[in-house]
Structures are given as C-alpha cells and as structure tokens.
C-alpha cells in the first residue's frame, strides 16, 4: 500500500536530461554514520552530473563499520572515486573528456584525507582499500572539493529526507 501510495502521489515527478553544453562530470559523495541500528553500518551513497543532468548515482550500505563520519564519508568517497574513474572512460569512448573529475564532499576531515598520503593516529586502522582514493587525487584525476550540507546532492540516498529537501 505504501509503496503504491508513494507511486500515485509521485506521477508528475521526473528525471529532465538537457543539454547545456558542459561536459564536465561533477559527483557528490555522502554517507550517514552507524544510521543502522541492528549492525552499526553506515550507508554510502554517491551521484554523477554530465552537467546540469544527473548520469548515474547509487546507495548501498557500507561493509565494514565506521568508527567515525569521518571514516565514513572517506570510505564513501572512495567508492565514488571509483566509479568517477570508470564513468569517465565511459565517457571518453563516446565524447572528448579530458578534464578530472570533480567530486564534492561536506566533511573537511574526510577531504583531508584524500589529499594527505601520510598516515596518521586517526587514520591507521582504516582499511587500505579505501586509500585508492588517494591515488586518484595525486594522479590528478580527481579533485576534491568542499560542498556545504545544505547542498550536498547525495543526501537523498543515504538518509530520509524533510518534504522540503526532497522536492529540491
């Protein structure tokens, strides 16, 4: 019954593709800390813009426990980072692009971790897994940026969001 209500009450909304010309691709990573209970596993959630047009996003719990948002957001990145290498060899095949990937995060800590290859107290017993994407911030095919929470565009996949955000 929910889910047909959700339908019913959601058939004017919709996903618009335009074209404006940019052929940049601009990702947003997010992840909510210990949001479930049974587990204590967070979720990631990532998505993908070619432009102003959203290209591909996903949300999936994370399978290890995070010990801090911080750990969390980084390890969601990662995951991003990821898929922002494999999207732009995708993207390559069919257009020119050339530019890095720009991948936006609202956790300072977590952006700072991508951009320091030194180890620390804090950070060592993350799983070295997750450093790729280090790599990919040295290599220079991704750059990381700050993105204020209220703008953060994968919020919608990692936690329930207020009506008002939503419609945004």
């Known amino acids: 019954k929910h889910i047909l209500r959700y339908v019913r009450g959601t058939t004017n909304m ?43 996003w996903a949300s999936q719990k994370q399978p290890t426990v995070a010990l801090s948002s911080c750990e969390a957001e980084f390890m969601a990145a990662t995951e991003a980072a990821k898929q922002a290498i494999w999207l732009k060899e995708l993207l390559k095949e069919i257009q020119s692009i050339e530019e890095k990937v720009i991948l936006r995060i609202d956790n300072k800590s977590a952006i700072a971790l991508t951009k320091n290859p030194v180890f620390h107290g804090r950070s060592k017993h993350i799983l070295k897994k997750y450093h790729f994407i280090r790599e990919c911030v040295e290599n220079e095919q991704i750059e990381v940026e700050h993105v204020p929470g209220k703008e953060q565009k994968a919020d919608i996949l990692t936690k329930p969001l207020a009506r008002i955000k939503f419609k945004k």
């Open 14 to 56: 919709g996903l618009f593709f335009k074209r404006d010309g940019t052929r940049r691709i601009v990702g947003y990573s997010d992840s909510s800390h210990n949001i479930d209970i049974d587990d204590g596993r967070s979720t990631s959630g990532h998505i993908f813009y070619l432009g102003s047009s959203p290209i591909t």
